[in-house]
T-cell receptor
Framework: QKEVEQNSGPLSVPEGAIASLNCTYS??????FFWYRQYSGKSPELIMS????GDKEDGRFTAQLNKASQYVSLLIRDSQPSDSATYLC????????????FGKGTRLHILP | GAVVSQHPSRVICKSGTSVKIECRSL??????MFWYRQFPKKSLMLMAT?????????EQGVEKDKFLINHASLTLSTLTVTSAHPEDSSFYIC?????????????FGEGSWLTVV
């Protein structure tokens, strides 16, 4: 059973619209959640972290966490072509080893 | 923010030779580092977990004698691809775990493109 699930996409969103990326996880004791952005040919970069239920905003990005439903999402407002990338969701699996588990990523394509 | 540096960014080596890739955490100590491989348009594949002062833990299917990992200090882990073959050509990425009171976070190095000719 996979521990972090993401739709692989590609998700196509018109420029200026809101892009919504979703992620579900299986381990109820997970406590830390991250979104990484990876451009083609580059390594992932951390863009958001969230630890408690609710919304966390940072510029055009909003992370949403719902531990009861075991999902975390990333909203990108006013999408730009430069947002086109693969977005990786990551979750800490607190089973005494603090390993962080990555989803396989969602490819986002912003249409000019 | 935390910074992880990886070197070299690109390397070309001849088949049968060995190549070493370094991963350094620049502003935090990392007892745990991770090594990934990624083929074009494919997902990150975790190869091994590098633990400072102890042996690395390899994922299933990864040859530990071919991919040697050394984590001799709290800021440096190295991956050596031994007896490289063209099929080892890939994008290798390291990451380091920063442990803070607010929680653990993973930061990635810039990645290393390996081409074996």
């Amino acid at each position: 059973q996979k521990e972090v699930e993401q739709n692989s996409g590609p998700l196509s969103v018109p420029e200026g619209a809101i892009a919504s990326l979703n992620c579900t996880y299986s381990d109820r004791v997970s406590q830390s959640f991250f979104w990484y952005r990876q451009y083609s040919g580059k390594s992932p970069e951390l863009i958001m972290s969230i630890y408690s239920n609710g919304d966390k905003e940072d510029g055009r990005f909003t992370a949403q966490l719902n531990k009861a439903s075991q999902y975390v999402s990333l909203l990108i407002r006013d999408s730009q072509p430069s947002d086109s990338a693969t977005y990786l969701c990551a979750v800490t699996r607190l089973r005494g080893d603090d390993k962080i588990i990555f989803g396989k990523g969602t490819r986002l394509h912003i249409l000019p | 923010g935390a910074v992880v540096s990886q070197h070299p960014s690109r390397v070309i080596c001849k088949s049968g030779t060995s190549v070493k890739i370094e991963c350094r955490s620049l502003d935090f100590q990392a007892t745990t580092m991770f090594w990934y491989r990624q083929f074009p348009k494919k997902s990150l594949m975790l190869m091994a977990t590098s633990n400072e002062g102890s042996k690395a833990t390899y994922e299933q299917g990864v040859e530990k004698d071919k991919f040697l990992i050394n984590h001799a200090s709290l800021t440096l882990s190295t991956l050596t691809v031994t007896s490289a073959h063209p099929e080892d050509s890939s994008f290798y990425i390291c990451s380091a775990e920063a442990r803070r009171n607010s929680g653990n976070t993973i930061y990635f190095g810039e990645g290393s493109w390996l081409t074996v000719v």
